[in-house]
């Protein structure tokens, strides 16, 4: 009796170990995951590499049909469940696999399980967060981006047009009021060399830091669109000397609500890098936080004399 007890002890002791590390992961990554492959992308990545073993990023691209930033934003929600191997294909981790056969989620469960862990938004919240990011644009922008193109030219032309209307120098992603010694004439060009400027250094951050390469079309137009906000303050001061009207706060219009402007850019130009090139947010924030150093050096450097 006794070594029944103690074979039966041991067997308990033995087994409760094996149990937990057939699934050795905590609640809150099982609720990520529930999260993740709520997704029907993310869904079909894992069955994809469920079935096939290990596949490589064109033939995931291919399988999928989504756009290349696309792609990277859902295997980079999928960080823990899928991985590389030594040849850079992606694969099902071991705790992938193990949670996903242990779960053994259907998508009715995933999807109830998805709204209860995520809190509801308002509409007011995602007016709000539309208004502040306009993921919803970009998203539409990076599915077919050579007919957004156009729209990103239009945009570009505007700004070097109002430029010269308004006698306002644009720096990159700034206004300043020019030297008597500038051509007013080159604000129609400063203003797309401020746009291809912003691109090429968020393209060269997110290959240099991230490895992010693609989408470049995508980030282009996303880029226009972001700088969209620049053009509020030469369109007041236009509008306002079109009709005759003194504005008294002009100096406060060219000053403060610059200060204002240059954070929604920087949301915006964030939700266009994490749209096009497939990063989170706090990624992208780093580039634009880089790209708006490099500005403001771009500023500093064109208010010396003697510069033009």
């Known amino acids: 009796m006794k070594r029944f007890l103690k074979l039966t002890g041991e067997e308990q002791s033995r087994s409760t170990p094996r149990k937990r590390g057939e699934l050795n992961i905590s609640e809150s990554q099982i609720t990520r995951i529930y999260a993740a492959l709520g997704n029907p992308y993310r869904r079909k990545i894992v069955d994809l590499l469920k079935t096939r ?26 960080e823990g469940v899928v991985g590389q191997d030594s040849d850079k294909k992606y694969v099902l981790t071991d705790q992938g696999r193990s ?10 469960k ?61 720096i990159l992603m700034f206004y300043v009021n020019p ?24 393209e060269t951050l997110s290959v240099g830091l991230f490895h992010r390469k693609g989408a470049e079309l995508s980030l282009l137009n996303g880029t226009a669109f972001a700088m969209l906000p620049l053009l509020i303050v030469p369109c007041i001061l236009y509008i306002s000397r079109s009709v005759g009207l003194s504005l008294s706060s002009e100096l406060g219009v060219l000053t403060f609500l610059p200060i204002l402007i240059q954070a929604w850019i920087i949301c915006l130009l964030s939700a266009s890098i994490s749209i096009s090139k497939g990063l989170r ?3 992208t924030a780093v580039i634009s936080l880089g790209i708006m150093y490099v500005n403001i050096l771009a500023v500093i450097l064109a208010l010396q004399p003697l510069v033009f």
């Open 53 to 78: 073993g290990r596949l490589g990023f064109k033939e995931l691209h291919e399988g999928l049909g989504i756009s290349v930033g696309a792609l990277y934003h859902h295997l980079e929600m999928l």
């Open 99 to 108: 949670a996903v056969n242990a779960l053994s989620v259907s998508e009715e």
């Open 110 to 170: 995933i999807t109830s399980s998805t709204s209860q862990t995520l809190p509801s938004e308002t509409r007011l919240g995602w007016i709000s967060n539309e208004m502040l990011f306009g993921r919803s644009l970009f998203d539409y922008l990076s599915k077919d981006p050579f007919r957004s193109f156009p729209l990103a030219v239009l945009i570009v032309i505007l700004g070097g047009w109002l430029s010269l209307q308004t006698n306002l120098e644009p």
């Open 179 to 202: 030297t008597s010694a500038v051509n007013k004439a080159w604000f129609i060009l400063l203003f797309p060399l401020g746009w291809l400027g912003t691109f090429a250094f968020a």
């Open 281 to 283: 947010m706090e990624k």
